[in-house]
């Protein structure tokens, strides 16, 4: 089993795809890092040899990945509402801060739809 950057890496997979489980890496960047240690993008994770691991480990090392990553992107969104920008307060909110509709989509930011009911008329 390969452990990298304190991520089980999926052994049944490629290691292209494979490498995408560590937080930071995509599929560009996973073939890139290929590319650049000389590991074939098609080989499983469970064929990897232990100097392949180790060449992998020493290159995402360098790179910004799990908690670092998270914690960075995390202090960028406080900072966004420390200084009170438009952007900060839609994340305070639990808004889409990308210029996304927000009439008839975003239900996965602003939760369960809440139907309020319309107003009884009085009757004679």
Known sequence: MA??????LPKEKRIEAGLTAIFGIGRSLSTQILKET????NVKVQ????KEIGLLREHIDKLTTEGDLKRKVQMDVKRLQEIGSYRGFRHKRGLPSRGQRTRYNSRT???KKKTIA???TVTK
């Open 3 to 8: 452990r990298i950057a304190g991520v089980n």
């Open 38 to 41: 000389g590991i074939d993008r």
């Open 47 to 50: 064929d990897l040899s232990d």
């Open 118 to 120: 319309n107003k009884k």
């Open 109 to 111: 930011k602003k939760g």
